[in-house]
Structure formats: structure tokens, C-alpha cells
């Protein structure tokens, strides 16, 4: 098993893709495919079929994966903003 720059629980600002500057929690991390899940982070429609807790079906929004090397930590990330001297760091 590889070791990562982020864990479960962490902080992070996703660094590129249509999520750029979104800030979120790490819900989970796939290691085989070096991808974590972010939450509030590249929402996806998930179609659910019929099922006890959806009778008639129904279209869920969850998070998708990102990257690994797409997403940093938040205190490292609002460090460098104010090494650069960049006045807010990335939204929430």
C-alpha cells in the first residue's frame, strides 16, 4: 500500500478541474486508483433503481472521484496563498 499526502478526515482544496477552489473533507481514499472522494466535490447523478428506500426510483447526487494529485491540503494550500502574498485563500 502507497502512502499519500492526504488521509480520511483531512481538509483539502481540489487544485484543478471544473471543482477548482472548492474546499472540502476527505470522506474516503482509493488507493489502488489513487483517488479520493471530497465532499461537496464533482457531484454526480446517481440513477437508483427501485428499492425499499426509493419505491418509485429516484436520480441521488453523491460525489465522484478526484485525483489525488488534484487536491492539497488546506493549511498547506493557505500557506503558500500567504507566502505569494494572494489576499483570500480558495472558497468554501
Known sequence: ???FH?????????LSG????KRGRVISVLGKKQRVIVEGARLIKRHMRKSQTHPQ???VEREGS????????AE???A??????TAAPAAS
Open 1 to 3: 500500500m502507497r502512502r
Open 6 to 14: 492526504v488521509k480520511k478526515n483531512d481538509e483539502v482544496v481540489v
Open 18 to 21: 471544473s471543482d477548482k477552489g
Open 57 to 59: 426510483g429516484a436520480i
Open 66 to 73: 478526484i485525483h489525488i494529485s488534484n487536491v492539497m491540503k
Open 76 to 78: 498547506d494550500f493557505d
Open 80 to 85: 503558500r496563498a500567504s507566502k505569494r502574498g
